[in-house]
């Protein structure tokens, strides 16, 4: 408490200048939302001189986030003028990191042909199919959980369900599946965040990961096509030049877009359900209101909190001047708190009218390739929580995850009620 009380104090007292919404400590004890309050207040597009990213743009409002997120032409993805995220040293091997471009760090129409190699994983007709397979799984997890005793719901629930769908999606050997935790985890992390000690061991990692995958691909191109990612990838003719990087980029790319997006609202489904205990009450009276709950969660939790854009020439945006090659950031994490578009937004609203209208899946042609697919998959875990359970009580302070990009958790401690 004391903690929040004193972020809430610095975030309303501390000059904007000083403003640094990328630090990591913020978002690991979720004290990041007065000082986005006051920045949608007073600075909705706001310059960060210094940080451990260097210079760069916050926008905060969400209708900024839909201007800059559709613009295309002004502000570029492609890994060539920076990344898609804060934190180039993900992609572009600054301080011993590795370059893994993919489609998210690609501007059309290369981004256009990389997108369609896969989309077909999501076509209607496979979510159908995924559904059974999806529905079952949820209801023998929750078989297995304790009633009345405490447990890590993210190790025993959204871990295992979401690597289970990702290791369908890719035909990946399902012995090996927690492979696919560990390397989403590594790819998205930095040195001295607990994960990996140096660049080095996580560069080893993520050749592990190509090694593997590399495997599965040259098995997949001898056989007949698949309904599966690396089958669909294998034999796409768009994608018989990618460089081991470029197949690399795309890997961790469907990795995290796969996992740690649906895990972190999984994670984030157990907490609102804790923090709002009289919503969860009305849910359970009324499961036609799982049509709002979903996007609700996910707008709720916000899985991404940034992605980030480079400026491709000189742009006045609201009264801002945006020079050539500025980093700008557009937080997902305050659009989805605006409090100007969405009413009492720090609330967990199961009945919200037009819950859908949220930043969690980003615009444009950047738009979350995989939402019907998370959306179904929070859909079962809510349907099966509400027929089971009276209360899902938070335990503790939960462990957050230590980064400015995955908005999720690394512990939470639970006890459900039956």
């Known amino acids: 408490m004391d903690i ?11 000059p904007l ?3 640094d919404v990328s ?3 913020l978002y690991q004890r979720e004290a990041l939302h007065p000082y986005f309050e006051r920045l949608r207040k007073e600075a909705p597009v706001h310059y960060c001189k210094a940080s451990l990213y260097g210079p760069y743009w916050s926008i905060t409002k969400f209708h900024d986030i839909v201007a800059i997120d559709t613009n295309h032409k002004q502000f570029s993805s492609d890994h060539t003028n920076g990344s898609f995220v804060l934190d180039d040293t993900t992609l572009n091997a600054v301080e ?6 993919n489609f ?3 501007d059309q129409p290369v981004h256009d042909v990389h997108r369609m190699a896969v989309s077909p994983i999501v076509a209607p007709a496979n979510l159908l199919r995924f559904e059974n397979l999806i529905r ?3 209801k023998d997890l929750f078989d297995s959980l304790p009633i009345g005793e405490t447990f890590n719901w993210v190790d025993q629930v959204s871990i295992p369900l979401t690597t289970m769908m990702l290791a369908t999606l890719l035909d990946f050997p399902f012995a090996d599946r927690a ?5 989403s985890d590594v790819v998205t992390t930095r040195p001295g965040y607990g994960l990996v000690d140096t660049w080095e061991q996580r560069t080893a990692e993520l050749m592990e990961c190509l090694g593997y995958f590399q495997n599965l691909w040259d098995e997949r191109q001898k056989l007949p096509p698949k309904a599966d990612l690396i089958s669909m990838l294998a034999h796409s003719p768009a994608m018989q030049g990618m460089t081991p990087t470029d197949f690399l980029g795309m890997l961790v790319l469907l990795i995290v877009g796969g996992n740690d997006t649906t895990r972190s609202s999984m994670s984030g489904s157990a907490m609102a359900a804790h923090l709002f205990p009289d919503e969860f009450a009305k849910a359970k009276a009324d499961p036609s209101l799982l049509a709002s709950i979903v996007p609700e969660v996910i707008r709720w939790q916000t899985p991404i909190s940034h992605m980030r854009r480079t400026a491709i020439e000189d742009v006045e945006f609201r009264g801002q001047q945006i020079k050539k090659g500025d980093k700008v950031v557009m937080w997902y994490l305050s659009g989805n708190r605006d409090e100007e578009v969405i009413d009492r937004p720090q609330d967990f609203i199961v009945d919200r009218p037009r819950a859908r209208h949220h930043l969690s899946f980003g615009f444009g042609i950047h738009r979350c390739l995989g939402n019907r697919l998370a959306e179904l998959q929070i859909k079962v875990l809510w349907e099966e ?4 359970y009276s209360r899902i009580e938070v335990v503790g302070e939960p462990l957050r995850v230590p980064s400015n990009l995955i908005h999720g958790y690394v512990e939470m401690q639970v006890r459900l009620h039956a």
């Open 96 to 101: 011993g990191g590795i370059s893994m471009p």
């Open 4 to 14: 929040a009380i004193n972020d809430a104090e610095r975030a309303r007292t501390m």
């Open 23 to 25: 630090d990591v400590s």
């Open 385 to 388: 929580m509400l027929k089971r």
């Open 104 to 106: 998210l760090g690609m």
């Open 17 to 19: 200048e000083d403003f």
């Open 179 to 183: 492979k696919l935790t560990r390397w």
């Open 136 to 138: 079952s799984r949820t």
